[in-house]
């Protein structure tokens, strides 16, 4: 199993599954759940792996078991029956309800977790009107600033090049986020930076009302160090 075939292949089918559905007039029931069923079957045409929804995070459910509420999960995995998973993927999509910039990194922190346990091939997907995943590129700006050498998107979404996210962030701008992302997990290693790189979706001329398909793999680094929260002053 090549890594960039599946890549690129999550991001022609669903962006071609995409179309197929508007064409068939069945928007109004587009949503994330609703987009589960393309992924599910490119997963399993090209791996022979288990394919597993909600699956249980196996490094953050370790890391707080006693704790109540909802447990730590990854949107799909391809994984063998002792757990071993060779392929996680996030889904988000943007409808009628939002994508909080806290929302998106905690997804890629929960998969670079995984792809450093298991050396997994971890995706990110991000689907919706042009328009509105425009939109919400421009006013999350990562800084929270306009035009200064801090102002970064948390992901590229107009190239496929490399783009690098500090985890331990100093910036007052991030703070915050990070703050709540680590609240639960002080003792926890996390690692420093992450990095991601997109495939070329299917159709790159949209309009604002059309339908896209981004997918993002998260990408090997030089920098593997780790650090814990509770070690961190400004967390």
């Not at 090549?2 to 029931?29: D, M, Y």
């Not at 792809?115 to 042009?130: P, S, T, V, W, Y």
């Not at 997990?185 to 070329?200: D, I, S, V």
Request: aromatic content about 10%; some cysteine.
């Amino acid at each position: 199993m090549n890594p960039a075939t599946i890549h690129k292949t999550l991001s022609l089918g669903v962006g071609s599954w995409l179309q197929f559905e508007r064409c068939c007039k069945r928007t109004e029931v587009l949503s994330e759940a609703y987009i589960s069923y393309p992924i599910c079957q490119i997963l399993n045409s090209h791996t022979d792996k288990r394919i597993v929804s909600e699956f249980r995070h196996p490094v953050l459910t370790e890391e707080r078991p006693t704790k109540r509420g909802r447990k730590p999960s990854v949107d799909f995995v391809a994984c063998d029956h002792s757990g071993e998973v060779e392929i996680a993927i996030e889904v988000k999509w943007l409808g009628r309800s939002d994508v909080s910039p806290r929302s998106l990194i905690w997804d890629l922190v929960r998969l670079e977790l995984i792809r450093r346990k298991f050396g997994a091939d971890c995706f990110f997907i991000l689907a919706g009107r042009m328009g509105k995943i425009d939109t919400f590129f421009e006013r999350n700006r990562y800084s929270g600033k306009y035009g200064g050498p801090k102002n970064r998107s948390i992901l590229k979404h107009k190239s496929n090049g490399i783009n690098s996210l500090a985890l331990n962030s100093s910036i007052a701008a991030h703070r915050s986020i990070f703050r709540s992302l680590y609240n639960d997990y002080p003792a926890t290693k996390f690692p420093n930076r992450l990095a991601t790189t997109r495939a070329t979706p299917l159709i790159t001329d949209r309009k604002p009302t059309d339908y896209q398909v981004y997918v993002w793999r998260l990408a090997e680094i030089s920098d593997e160090a780790w650090f814990k929260p509770e070690n961190i002053p400004h967390f």
